[in-house]
């Protein structure tokens, strides 16, 4: 059995897999993910008709957003879980298509689908909707791909909003929109260049929605120094994205004599008050996400994943490995719901950590953070102390050339600050950069949804420079790996910020015209050496 997936950095050969996923991800997982988004788009093909005639179902919007997080490169590699939720697509399509009633001209096949009685059959369903497609322009599916990949992206981050209670009505519309514009082959390039550049806007109401949900809870990150180092006592882990799941843990591991650790993309839950309040909310174990076969093995503890980037789990650690919301491993135990007493138990069974004192780092400059300093920050610029600021982040991954980015950090001049936030920091997050002034050189955003607040900071400096944010003493630099990268690259070309460094490599499935637009446009290019990109940019 073949598969084909383009959709993340670490495609093989630059091309794409076709035996195995290199996130290792099997090719009848592959097939049903494949089918699970073809079954989206018959869903949005009867929503987005319904909504033209002003009706909406509150359950058809929530599944797409499950639907599309599920197939995200690391979420869910349990072949039987894509299957329920496969079934349920069947069903939630068939309350869409009632909702609707008569529409008017052909009906495409992804709307008339129905799933295949059992798994095997799924599968074979799936091997006929693969992302390959010779029948369409390969220049428009290029940018169709793009599209798709931005949707699965923001509905990363409205699902962690939705946890929260918030939702917006105007990011379901447009994935409705989207993904039934994929079927309708009268549209043409520029119809889905347009959707591409919509889809960054969307995923910038969504980034805003997920980043008040965030502060409206726990309050604005404040500068939090983190420690690296270990405590005595119980120990649990906490992998992923989801800042609700972590506080639900902390409360019910509140008085319990275990130390809650974050890991990746959790270190900056540190910043929040309502969250750094607990006490028992110790430090971060460990860095990005690739490292985790190499680290788990040695946290003494219970360990849980809560969003994407969970990676095959070595024995080492296999059976005190937890996954929960839409994270799933064949094998590995799964919580459904707010319930964590048996990841406390396992904990609470293990030897735990001796005290261990480690360095600190500082995290929690979103918006609210350094724009309280914006006059020290503006000063410092009119003044001649800082030249230039570096946005250097986004996701980190396993393939070679990501050292790129430690080292163009190292090499950024003294009279330069670093702006830094999603997993990619952990290239350079341990190193210390100093300060100008008691600005420290080293700036860490947040998540890499935060790239609201990187976006809100160079808003704030344009306007007191009275000039465009192109015209700011500000270069990004950026790392990709998966969707959600895809999503906000979107977003800062729909903002029309222009001269993106984009690296380790380009993406496999944007095909060469299309990258010559985005050249010739938004003069996005390849990163080369950390000396000749900032010759480049400094002069």
């Keep these: ?143 169709q791909e793009i599209v798709i990949y931005g949707l699965k992206g923001y509905a990363a981050y409205a699902h962690h909003a939705l946890t929260l209670g918030a939702e917006s009505d105007e990011v379901y519309a447009f994935t409705h929109q989207a993904l039934a514009a994929t079927l309708d082959k009268s549209l043409g390039l520029m119809d889905f260049v347009n959707l591409a550049l919509e889809c960054g806007r969307i995923n910038l109401v969504t980034m805003e929605l997920l980043s008040q949900a965030h502060t409206g809870r726990y309050g604005h990150p404040v500068p939090t120094p983190v420690s690296l180092g270990t405590k005595q006592g119980k120990a649990i882990l906490v992998s992923g994205h989801d800042l609700r799941m972590l506080e639900e843990l902390l409360k019910q591991t509140e008085g319990k004599g275990i130390n809650i650790y974050t890991h990746g993309e959790m270190i900056p839950a540190h910043g929040y008050p309502g969250l750094k309040k607990y006490a028992h909310l110790a430090g971060n174990f460990g860095g990005a996400w690739q490292d985790q076969a190499k680290e788990f093995g040695n946290f003494p503890g219970a360990i849980i994943f809560n969003t994407n980037c969970i990676q095959r789990p ?140 990187a976006v809100q900071i160079a808003l704030a400096l344009a306007n007191a420079f009275e000039c465009e944010v192109n015209d700011l003493p500000l270069s990004m630099v950026l790392s990709w790996y998966e969707q959600k990268a895809c999503a906000i690259l979107l977003s800062l070309l729909y903002l029309g910020i222009k001269d993106i460094r984009l690296g380790p490599s380009l993406p496999a499935f944007i095909s060469p015209n299309i990258l010559n637009v985005l050249v010739e446009k938004f003069n996005i290019m390849p990163i080369q050496t950390p000396d000749e990109d900032l010759k480049a940019i400094l002069g």
Excluded at 327 to 340: A, L, N, R, T
Excluded at 386 to 412: M, P, W
Excluded at 417 to 434: E, H, P, Q, S
């Design 314 to 453: 070595a024995d080492s650690y296999k059976e005190r490995l937890f996954t929960w919301g839409l994270v799933q491993w064949p094998d590995v135990k799964h919580i459904d719901g707010w319930d964590f007493s048996s990841v406390i138990r396992k904990a609470q069974e293990l030897p735990g950590f001796q005290e261990q004192p480690g360095k600190e780092i500082l995290v929690g400059f979103g918006h609210n953070a350094i724009l309280g300093v914006a006059d020290k920050v503006i000063a410092a610029v009119k003044a001649g102390q800082l030249r230039h600021f570096f946005l250097i982040g986004g996701c980190d991954g396993a393939k070679s050339g990501r050292n790129y980015y430690t080292e163009f950090a190292e090499q950024v001049p003294k009279d330069c600050v670093i702006l830094t936030l999603a997993c990619g920091k952990y290239r350079f997050n341990k190193l210390d950069f100093g300060d100008i002034g008691g600005i420290p050189r080293l700036l860490d955003v947040g998540q890499c949804n935060d790239a609201y607040s």
């Design 1 to 143: 059995m073949s598969m084909f997936c383009y959709q993340c950095e670490q495609a093989a050969q630059g091309t794409g897999c076709t035996k195995i996923g290199v996130c290792g991800k099997q090719p009848d997982v592959a097939a049903l993910q494949d089918l699970l988004i073809h079954a989206l788009k018959g869903v949005s093909f009867w929503a987005h008709a319904a909504r033209g005639q002003g009706r909406k179902d509150q359950e058809v919007d929530r599944f797409m957003l499950d639907g599309l997080f599920t197939t995200v490169t690391n979420v869910d590699f349990d072949a039987e879980d894509i299957a329920r939720i496969l079934r349920r697509a069947g069903e939630i399509k068939e309350k869409a298509r009632v909702l609707a009633g008569p529409v008017a001209g052909p009906v495409p096949a992804a709307a008339e689908w129905q799933p295949a009685a059992n798994l095997a059959g799924l599968v074979r369903q799936g091997e006929e909707h693969g992302v390959q497609d010779p029948t369409i322009d390969a220049d428009v599916k290029s940018v």
